[in-house]
């Protein structure tokens, strides 16, 4: 049997505790402002999340990079040395070109050791749903199933791991090219706000349209419940992981809504990590869990 190692990136946003806990490690992006290109960390070490939203709501442009041929190579080539197999579970690879790098160099590092097996996953998905698939894998690994099998397996439950995104403002979506300009100004001028899934191309689509920051929340949540109890995982088995992007009181409400309409077996909090953060920028908050794709697509 052989040991595999779980390796996700920076917009999985998985902290030290979770990576801890699964024994999952990750490969690092880079953020740049200002002229001043920095690592994308999970744990936040070069700078802090007040940092970074205060830096957006000033008016500065954060821009991202994928993960680095360099980057890849120290992190898989660490595992492959150590004789493990590697599943690395990326970043959508519609939204990263995280994915691509990962299996051209999974292709070099299999040559230069040509022990090790690597696979790359692509989750259809970011942030906690990214994290969902990760922690996944990493249970299969801890049951000792091959490199290939958890891969096969972590690719067939992506489908299922399911993100309900609402921001305060489309002004940074829009900044980061994912909405046009008209509607980011009459989206916030109406107080106008979008409800974000991951669709089956693992793209960023806003489904819905609702006015007011509170209904928006609880729409989130009412939608997200709708997938699980169409799902194969009933609540009572997952835990329902809540982000926010510096804005703790709206994450709060999240979670107080989490309780009172799922009522899962347990809801993890977090902070939206700069990768993701840069692109929805502050204000932004989700839910993620299990559930049915179809209903998350309003199918």
Known sequence: MSKVKIITDSCSDMGKDLREKYDVDYARMTVTWSGVEKYASTDWEEFSAKELYGAMRAGVRITTNQVSVAEFERVFGKYA?????????????ALSGSY?????????????????????????????????????????????????????????????????????????????GRVKAAAAFFGNLFGIKPIIISNEKGENEAIKKIKGRKNAMNACVDMLKASIDAGDVPASEQTVYV??????????????????????????????????GASVGPGAVAVYAFGNPKTALGE
């Open 243 to 276: 982000v926010n992007a510096d804005c703790v009181e709206d994450s709060d409400y999240l979670v107080s809504k989490v309780k009172e309409v799922i009522n899962p077996k347990d809801i993890y909090v977090n902070t939206i990590g700069p990768i993701i």
């Open 81 to 93: 040395e150590e004789g493990y197999d590697i599943v690395y579970v990326a970043c959508s690879s």
């Open 100 to 176: 691509n790098v990962g299996q051209v160099v999974a292709k070099n590092m299999m040559e230069k050791y040509p022990n090790c097996k690597i696979f790359c996953v692509d989750p259809k998905n970011s942030c906690a749903g990214e994290a969902l698939v990760a922690i996944e894998a990493a249970k299969l690994a801890a049951q000792g199933l091959e490199a290939e099998e958890i891969a096969r397996k972590a690719t067939e439950l992506s489908v299922k791991a399911l993100q309900f995104v609402t921001t305060d403002t489309l002004t940074y979506l829009k900044r980061a």
